[in-house]
């Protein structure tokens, strides 16, 4: 049996898609930012803070780590403004989740890499006087955030694919968008065809990116000096 | 003469093994000691405390007729910042190099300077010249380490010790992990070190050199300092039994003289 393809309704509705789209990036992109520098945060606290921050810092991470994406977002949507009596739009918690969710991800990234840099490098940075926090900065950082390149990207795709369900608190992403245009031409086929196109598209171009930003990092001479 | 660094009746104890049983060394300036031991012996260790890598469970560290630390009923309390202070005037050469490997040679030379130190553009500028010449490595100025010999990283580390312009340096075994035949252009850069008048502690393991190198030879024997004296004395014609036996051990793959007919 033939199916009959009109991608014409498609673009017909490339607005509505692109509305979408823009709000895609504005999540993972938000949350990116601020998930980030949390992420960097919450792995110096858990490898050098005292006890009583590193124990609750710990379950933090593990918690938003163990617990499903949907059901954080529909706590910080649902059950977070019952707490402090306050709306939260759906953007903002969406912003919110994914912030903190990633930044959970980002710290177990950040310290593998910090942890896999070698302990001469903290002595030689020692030796010549320096104290933690300017070797962590100087020494250690550059290094690990070298390595860290590949696992950084890996979690910012698992971040933009997660976003897809903001959708579910009404939050008009691209698949949102997708879904709506679907119910109103049931042209399901061809809507969803192009979303999905649209997100390999971008994931795709910010891998051979990475990527080559790999290579030309590894062409300034540095691998590890032994 | 002058005394640069004195230790005294340092004790180091890791767990319920104690490395260190009371050393006692004052250095004078410009002098070379080369300490010697077998592995285990407390050497490392005794150099690692010298510049707090290590903290010493007890006894005093002085530098420069200044007592490292705040003594409070009989317990000496170290602050972060007074060890920094004293890192920046002890240079330290490690056994694996340890360069910081996302620098260029240079960069490596100035960090110490420019962000510790605190010196401007062109005193780093003339420091990481200076003792790059020194060490026969300008010309690899803009080299990452990766792209060195062993032996040209460790010559890069030496000078990244001695950009600091320290009251001293401590090489730590700095020659043991490079092959053979990068050994010599360490060596030859440690001796013209000592040669121009640098206060140097070697640990290593070349008794040749330290019979060349060193104005007085420490044997270190579990953690207490067994001999001491000119290489002559210690090497040639040692008194105690411990380091009769790590000389023979030492002595046992020396190749036989040539016969003469």
């Given at each position: 049996m033939g199916y009959d393809w009109d991608f014409w309704v498609v673009f017909r509705e490339f607005g509505l898609l692109m509305h979408g789209l823009i709000n895609t990036l504005k999540v993972t992109g938000l949350s990116l930012t601020f998930g980030v520098p949390l992420g960097l945060c919450l792995a110096l606290l858990r490898l050098y803070g005292n006890w009583p921050i590193r124990v609750p810092v710990g379950i933090i991470i593990e918690f938003f780590r163990a617990t499903p994406p949907i059901a954080q977002l529909f706590w910080f949507f649902f059950a977070l403004p019952i707490l402090i009596g306050v709306e939260i739009d759906p953007f903002k918690a969406s912003v919110l989740t994914f912030s903190l969710q990633s930044s959970a991800f980002f710290a177990e990234v950040f310290r593998g890499g910090i942890v896999s840099i070698d302990k001469g490098q903290w002595e030689a940075a020692k030796a010549i006087g320096m104290n933690r926090n300017k070797s962590l900065k100087r020494i250690i950082l550059p290094q690990a955030v070298k390595r860290m390149i590949p696992a950084f990207l890996e979690r910012a795709i698992e971040l933009m694919k997660t976003t897809t369900l903001v959708g579910t608190i009404s939050y008009a992403d691209l698949l949102y968008e997708a879904n709506t245009i679907a119910q109103s031409t049931y042209r399901s086929l061809e809507v969803f065809t192009v979303a999905a196109g649209i997100y390999f598209v971008i994931i795709f171009v910010c891998s051979i990116g990475v990527r080559q930003l790999e290579r030309r990092m590894a062409r300034t001479g540095e691998t590890t000096a032994h | 003469m002058t005394t640069v660094l004195s230790i005294q009746n340092i004790h180091k104890i890791f767990g319920d093994l104690e490395v260190l049983k009371g050393i006692d060394v004052n250095v004078e300036k410009s002098e070379t000691i080369v300490i010697l031991g077998?592995?285990?012996?407390?050497k490392s260790t005794l150099l690692r405390c010298i510049n707090f890598m290590e903290v010493p469970t007890s006894g005093r560290i002085v530098l420069s007729g200044k007592t490292i630390g705040k003594e409070t009923a009989g317990k000496v309390i170290y602050n972060e910042a007074e060890l920094n202070a004293l890192r920046t005037r002890v240079g330290m050469v490690f056994q694996h190099f340890n360069?910081?490997?996302?620098?260029t040679v240079r960069e490596n030379v100035m960090e110490g300077p420019r962000t510790v130190l605190k010196c401007d553009k062109d005193e780093c500028g003339r420091r990481a010249s200076k003792y790059l010449d020194k060490v026969g490595l300008g010309w690899k100025s803009?080299?990452?380490?990766?792209?060195?010999s062993g032996g040209q990283q460790q010559r890069v580390a030496i000078a990244r010790a001695l950009a600091m312009e320290p009251d001293i340096m401590l090489f730590d075994e700095a020659t043991s992990a490079l092959d053979p035949e990068l050994v010599g252009e360490v060596l030859e850069t440690i001796k013209e070190l000592a040669d121009e008048g640098m206060t140097m502690l070697i640990v290593t393991h070349e008794l040749g050199f330290a019979y060349t190198v060193a104005d007085r030879v420490l044997f270190l024997s579990e953690g207490r300092i067994l001999e001491q004296g000119t290489p002559a004395e210690v090497l040639?014609?040692?008194?105690?039994d411990g380091t009769k036996n790590f000389l023979k051990g030492h002595g046992s793959f020396r190749l036989p003289e040539p016969k003469l007919d």
């Open positions: - | 077998a592995s285990g012996s407390g360069l910081f490997p996302h620098m803009e080299a990452y380490p990766s792209q060195l040639v014609y040692p008194k105690q």
